[in-house]
């Protein structure tokens, strides 16, 4: 049989996704980030998604939708091991930002929207071992309104 990893390395394409109305989704990375576990398992009204798979480098960007939340999702997935000159990377290496707007934001996370009215957190590491940060590009102005 052939290897998963060996699968993966040969994929190439595009598509979209797109859920009409009332969906649950269960996003695995996303409960392994401390501070958006509640954002892992969702209600929502719609999906879409638009991705291109190249050598096993999947790339995209979704968004999910519901009455009180929209949250997106844009980035990359590694699929397969990679070598780099000097180096071997494990794949499943992840380099995603994902943005949540709505009433759904709780209140102590508000105060970090962006100048969009985003709360943007950057997720690298692996689909198992995910690590988080918030983006502060565009929260500054906020934050200095918290020390006056």
């Not at 009409?20 to 996303?30: G, T």
């Not at 999906?47 to 968004?63: A, C, E, P, R, W």
Request: glycine share 10%.
């Amino acid at each position: 049989g052939i290897k998963p990893e060996e699968l993966f390395a040969g994929l190439n394409g595009s598509g979209t996704v797109a859920i009409p109305e009332n969906v649950r989704v269960i996003i695995p990375v996303i409960r392994r980030v401390p501070g958006l576990r509640q954002y892992s398992d969702l209600a929502l009204a719609t999906m879409d998604s638009v991705f291109t798979i190249k050598n096993g480098l999947s790339d995209s960007k979704t968004t999910f939708k519901a009455d009180d939340l929209t949250m997106k999702l844009t980035g990359t997935t590694n699929l397969v091991k990679r070598k780099v000159p000097g180096i071997e990377l494990p794949g499943r290496e992840i380099n995603y930002i994902v943005s949540l707007t709505g009433d759904r934001v709780g209140r102590d996370l508000r105060r970090f929207l962006n100048d969009k009215g985003e709360l943007p957190v950057k997720i690298t590491g692996t689909l198992e071992q995910p690590k988080a940060k918030l983006v502060v590009e565009g929260i500054l102005g906020p934050l200095l309104d918290l020390i006056k």
